[in-house]
Nanobody, 124 residues
């Protein structure tokens, strides 16, 4: 089992930045692919960004490329999502997810463990 805890969400004006954190416990963190997903009210949960277990591969959905950066700190068993130039359409609950399946990072069904989510609200 893997226990994931997100933090760092908040209410910010458009153009501002936030940094989300995801801390993991229960399994060797360095063996896990990590991804961030988000879900807005009335919408499906969608992939935002992901990072491979070794940190050598990252992936982003098109709408956040150039604005968001995913990273990880193996020593701290933590992953991060730096979000810059936030837009109102980024408003959602953001979830951290983990898997050791070594499958496509961006596919929601490939993830075995999920955090409880953290709310990000961007005002216009």
């Amino acid at each position: 089992q893997v226990h994931l805890v997100e933090s760092g969400g908040g209410f910010v004006p458009a153009g501002d930045s936030l940094r989300l954190s995801c801390t993991a416990s229960g399994r060797t963190f360095s063996s896990l692919d990590i991804a961030w997903f988000r879900q807005a009210p009335g919408k499906e949960r969608e992939f935002v960004a992901g990072i491979s277990w070794g940190g050598d591969r990252t992936s982003y959905t098109n709408s956040v490329k150039g604005r968001f950066t995913v990273s990880r700190d193996q020593a701290k068993s933590a992953a991060y999502l730096q979000m810059n130039s936030l837009k109102p359409e980024d408003t959602a609950v953001y979830y951290c997810a983990a898997t050791n399946s070594r499958m496509t990072i961006s596919i929601r069904d490939n993830y075995d463990w999920w955090g409880q989510g953290t709310q990000v609200t961007v005002s216009s």
